[in-house]
T-cell receptor
Framework: RKEVEQDPGPFNVPEGATVAFNCTYS??????FFWYRQDCRKEPKLLMS???SGNEDGRFTAQLNRASQYISLLIRDSKLSDSATYLC???????????FGAGTILRVKS | GAVVSQHPSWVICKSGTSVKIECRSL??????MFWYRQFPKQSLMLMAT?????????EQGVEKDKFLINHASLTLSTLTVTSAHPEDSSFYIC??????????FGSGTRLTVV
């Protein structure tokens, strides 16, 4: 079983749509959780950290369910510029390696 | 914010030659550097972890004699792909944890072996 699993997509959505991505992780001892965004042939960039209480950053909302070992990302009012691959990332402990999911491709179309 | 400068951005080399990739932390001290590899449509996979002044720790299945990692100073870590072959063609990227900014990534190196 992969340490971090994501639906690869692609998710093809029109501008303005709401889209949700899910992710599961296998190691119950994982401590930190993140969503990264990766554009084609570029390095990953941190989109947001994910906290147990859930957190929101503008159009983006992240949720964590430790009991189910499940993380989600909701994007509201999708923009063309949101088109990218979204990586679910977990970390056992700060300073340790990040473990990446394979990513979910989002394509927003006009 | 913290910056990791990675060079080269892309390189094309002949099969059998060696390629060195550098990652330099510009405004913080990187005592640890993670080296990842990403094949098309796949996830970033950790290859090895380098620690300043000590030997790198390699992930299972990664040949330490083929992927030489050096972390001789607090600001520089290098990955050398020795005797490169076409199957080594990939996107290589480094990342360093920084206490203020979290994990900072280099911009990646796209290696093509012909």
């Amino acid at each position: 079983r992969k340490e971090v699993e994501q639906d690869p997509g692609p998710f093809n959505v029109p501008e303005g749509a709401t889209v949700a991505f899910n992710c599961t992780y296998s190691n119950s001892a994982s401590q930190s959780f993140f969503w990264y965004r990766q554009d084609c042939r570029k390095e990953p960039k941190l989109l947001m950290s994910v906290y147990s209480s859930g957190n929101e950053d503008g159009r983006f909302t992240a949720q964590l369910n430790r009991a189910s070992q499940y993380i989600s990302l909701l994007i509201r009012d999708s923009k063309l510029s949101d088109s990218a691959t979204y990586l679910c990332v977990v970390n056992m402990e700060y300073g340790n390696k990040l473990v990446f999911g394979a990513g979910t491709i989002l394509r927003v179309k006009s | 914010g913290a910056v990791v400068s990675q060079h080269p951005s892309w390189v094309i080399c002949k099969s059998g030659t060696s390629v060195k990739i550098e990652c330099r932390s510009l405004d913080f001290q990187a005592t640890t550097m993670f080296w990842y590899r990403q094949f098309p449509k796949q996830s970033l996979m950790l290859m090895a972890t380098s620690n300043e002044g000590s030997k790198a720790t390699y992930e299972q299945g990664v040949e330490k004699d083929k992927f030489l990692i050096n972390h001789a100073s607090l600001t520089l870590s290098t990955l050398t792909v020795t005797s490169a072959h076409p199957e080594d063609s990939s996107f290589y990227i480094c990342s360093a944890p920084d206490s203020t900014y979290g994990y900072t990534f280099g911009s990646g190196t796209r290696l093509t072996v012909v």
